[in-house]
């Protein structure tokens, strides 16, 4: 019985690294498609390579991409839960799950906006319990900062933040996509009304990346300037970039 | 940016000069004179008593209106005005002239529009007989009213034998001939669908979706007859819509002689009608604006840009939780319209409702104000009540039960109306606050009128569950002006649609007769121009309903014409018309 498991498990574990191959040749191919503009073709083989590694955050984020160019909002939710579904224990799957509601909420009315919104946040939980990675607290925290003050979420994205923050400290290195948790973070304490926080933890990312504009931006801004910059970076009716591409090229 | 800026009188420029504080004085241009007008009567909400009650009451706060016209011939404007609670008498302020009314509605047989089974929402008057006297339609929860001017001030329901009497449950009515058979046809607006909102035999009547409900009341058509009476032609004309309605506006949008319907829809897709000329209407809201999913509350057109064609505004929902923002549609030609709201500034008012364009400092360019709000009661937010309701998974909305009780809570209160000044049809500027019309009561609509026959135009704010405004326009600069009244006679004898075309110092300027636009407010049916500083009028063309055109030389500024279709001759209105 042993053996006939441990033949299993040879036989998964080589059947698993033909689909990790196959995930590759097929994300290849809808690259390739995408850049062509055949977004059927693109989207078909984008999603046969997540199937292959659900919890891949290259494949997810660069499927989405191709999604909002071709608009087809609706087969990507589909597609990510049947995904999650499968590989329940994908957490940057879920990541993209939540982030497929996040990409739809532009070209929809502002109540459903809410509702995708809410249930984007449901999905960044659910990524959070698997894996508390760097990626998963930063996008649940800094979704929370797209909610109306009178919510009240404010505290929470402020929280998810600052584990952001000492994560990204305790782990060293300087990675371009940490000025991102300046920045929010640094919002987060605007939201709360706590202006020198918020400007002090600016003035931190603005050491460490110093040509950042977004930072420079809200450093260089007081009282209804700032707010209305700050409004706009988060309206709602304003497609967030959710590509993170950043994440596996730095 | 007025041509030749405003100029201040040399008595208030001596009170700056003597530093008084009358700067501020001299600065506001509208002066608040609702209690010593006669006209301060509150408006109460419907409170209902039926098992959803409690639930009904965040969602009815409703149904203050006001709709001008001078309905005794006088020669100043007068106006009816509802109220809405279960005892509730709908008011006839008569102008008796010098800036104070009388309510007369009770003598003139038309108070009556509230009882345990109807609530007012909305007026409208239109001389559905042509005879020559204004007649009134009282839009109502439950069934609508409309009342025969019989002349000598006094009224007759003829609800019944113009085939009219039945559940509508409408909030908005417009009249205008969309036949151009030579009578003004009625299209009422209805927000709830035909059943007993006083006892509903069901609790599914609320929308069944925030975004794209088809649940509601839509719009009915009553062509006119010719004799008194009406019949439902809504489907024969090509308007089937079931949406959730709360405002209707026309206008001739494609320049081809007649006129075409805009509906506002609360939680779903408005809609644009193209009139096809032949009786029917076609529903041209893809190819023109798109669908949308917004909260429309108010449509009014005029061209604000003096470009020769007519645009549209409608309000929509706009807070910190629902950026909706309002629309501007401006007319690019060939029924192609773009949405120029965020350009202008007019994106964001706030809870929209009526809008109503008009020239108030006399400068030739249209200026809009803007109703805001909707419910300011307690200092507790209703918003995450109601959120917390749209997040729950496969709720059914159209059942009432499912939907959070506003108690005292406000739900976007307390904010303020907008004055936008137009400058020079390109941006608009708020003047609100500046000329004291920024007050935060939970205003609804408006009536424009020069009840003072000065050449200025005044307004009649219309607040839901409080008191109303009257403001006269004590605008001071020297800008000249001319006003029509114009009477069909081949055409709707309310001459409703006509356009006029007024050319002056090289421009030209078009107004035309509407048949109660904007959300429940209806104007005065004399047609304004400003005129600013040019007092030389070279030419009127005016574009009657059916099809004639007749052009007036020999207008001068600062009077106000009296034009009867085919009839060579004008006449300067008897009624005084110099400014005091």
Redesign the interface.
């Known amino acids: 019985m042993k053996k006939l498991i441990g033949c299993l498990a040879i036989a998964g574990l080589a059947a698993g690294a033909a689909v990790a191959a196959s995930g590759e040749a097929d994300y290849q191919a809808g690259m390739k498609a995408l850049a062509s503009k055949d977004f059927s073709n693109a989207l078909g083989r984008l999603e046969a390579a997540l199937a292959a590694e659900p919890d891949s955050i290259r494949f997810g984020s660069e499927y989405r991409q191709a999604v909002i160019q071709a608009k087809e909002y609706d087969r990507c939710i589909k597609f990510f839960e049947k995904l999650t579904a499968d590989s329940p224990a994908a957490s940057n799957g879920f990541l993209n799950y939540g982030f497929a509601y996040v990409d739809k909420i532009p070209a929809?009315?502002?109540?459903?906006q809410?509702?995708l919104a809410?249930?984007a946040l449901s999905f960044f939980t659910k990524s959070i319990d698997i894996k508390p990675s760097w990626i998963a607290l930063y996008t649940r925290g800094n979704s929370y900062l797209y909610w109306?003050?009178?919510?009240?979420r404010a505290h929470l994205g402020v929280a998810d933040l600052e584990k952001a923050m000492a994560m990204q400290k305790s782990q060293g290195g300087k990675k371009s996509y940490h000025s991102r948790a300046f920045v929010s973070l640094g919002d987060g304490y605007w939201k709360m009304e706590n202006i020198e926080k918020a400007k002090a933890t600016w003035k931190e990312g603005l050491a460490l990346f110093p040509d950042h504009s977004g930072l420079k931006a809200r450093l260089s801004k007081d009282g209804d300037d700032l707010k209305s910059y700050i409004d706009d970076v988060l309206?709602?009716?304003k497609r967030v970039d959710t590509n993170l591409i950043e994440i596996w090229t730095n | 940016m007025k041509t030749g800026g405003p100029k201040i009188s040399a008595a208030a420029a001596l009170l700056v000069t003597a530093g008084l504080g009358a700067a501020v004085l001299s600065e506001r241009w509208f002066e608040d004179i609702t209690v010593k007008a006669g006209v301060a009567m509150k408006h109460t909400n419907r409170v209902f008593e039926n098992p959803y009650a409690h639930i009904m009451a965040g969602y009815t706060a409703l149904g203050a209106s006001v709709a001008v016209a001078d309905y005794d011939g006088d020669g100043f404007d007068d106006m009816f005005v509802t109220d809405s609670s279960a005892s509730g008498k709908n008011h006839l302020y008569h102008n008796n002239g010098n800036l104070t009314f009388t309510d007369v509605g009770e003598a003139a047989g038309v108070a009556n529009g509230n009882d345990p089974k109807n609530a007012s929402a909305d007026s409208l008057w239109f001389d559905f007989n042509n005879d020559g006297r204004p007649d009134l339609f009282v839009a109502r929860f439950g069934q609508n009213q409309l009342f025969e001017n019989l002349g000598s001030g006094k009224f007759k329901e003829v609800t019944i034998a113009a085939g009219l009497k039945r559940y509508m449950n409408s909030i908005t009515a417009i009249a205008f001939d969309y036949d151009r058979d030579g009578y003004a046809d009625l299209f009422a607006g209805n927000y709830f669908q035909p059943v007993d909102l006083f006892n509903p035999a069901t609790p599914r009547f609320f929308p069944e979706s925030?975004?794209t409900a088809n649940n509601g009341g839509g719009v009915t058509v009553f062509r006119n007859n010719g004799n008194s009476t009406f019949t439902d032609v809504s489907l024969k004309v090509g308007i089937k819509i079931s949406g959730w309605t709360l405002d209707l506006g026309h206008g001739d949008l494609d320049n081809d002689g007649d006129e075409d319907l805009y509906v506002a829809a609360d939680f779903g897709t408005d809609r644009l009608f193209a009139n096809n000329g032949d009786g029917t209407f076609t529903d041209k809201t893809e190819s023109t604006l798109g669908i949308?999913?917004?909260k429309g509350m108010n449509v009014d057109i005029a061209d604000f840009d003096n470009d020769g064609m007519l645009d549209i505004y409608v309000t929509n929902?706009t807070d910190?939780?629902?950026?909706?923002g309002n629309f501007l549609w401006h007319n690019d030609g060939n029924m192609a319209f773009s949405d120029v709201a965020r350009e202008t500034g007019t994106y964001d008012t706030g809870w929209g409702w009526g809008a109503k364009f008009f020239d108030y400092d006399n400068d030739g360019w249209l200026d809009l104000y803007v109703m805001n709000g909707w419910v300011s009661a307690g200092k507790d937010?209703y918003?995450?009540d109601i959120?917390a309701m749209?997040?729950k998974p496969g709720l059914d909305f159209a059942d009432a039960r499912n939907w959070p009780p506003m108690g005292s809570k406000s739900l976007s209160g307390y904010q303020k109306k907008r004055l936008f000044h137009n400058e020079r049809g390109q941006i608009f500027k708020d003047q609100a606050a500046r000329h004291g019309l920024d007050s935060t009561r939970d205003g609804r609509g408006m009536g424009v009128a020069d009840f003072d026959n000065d050449g200025r135009l005044d307004i009649f704010v219309a607040n839901a569950n409080g008191e109303p405004y009257l403001y006269r326009n004590t605008i001071p600069t020297a800008a000249r002006w001319v006003s029509f009244l114009l009477e069909g006679t081949k055409s709707n004898r309310g001459a409703i649609g006509t356009q006029l075309r007024l050319t002056s110092g090289g421009k030209t300027h078009l107004r035309y007769v509407s048949g109660g636009n904007s959300f429940a407010g209806q104007s005065s049916a004399r047609v304004h121009f400003g005129l600013a500083d040019t007092a030389a009028i070279d030419k009127v063309e005016i574009r009657w309903p059916s099809g004639a055109t007749q052009t007036l030389a020999g207008i001068t500024a600062d009077k106000i014409y009296k034009v009867v279709e085919g009839d060579s001759k004008k006449a300067v209105l008897t009624a005084k018309a110099s400014r005091k």
Request: no cysteine; proline share 9%.
């Open positions: 929809s009315g502002a109540i459903t809410v509702i809410n249930t109306p003050k009178i919510f009240g309206d709602p009716n | 925030f975004e949308d999913t917004k929902i910190d939780y629902m950026r909706e937010s918003v995450p959120f749209v997040i």
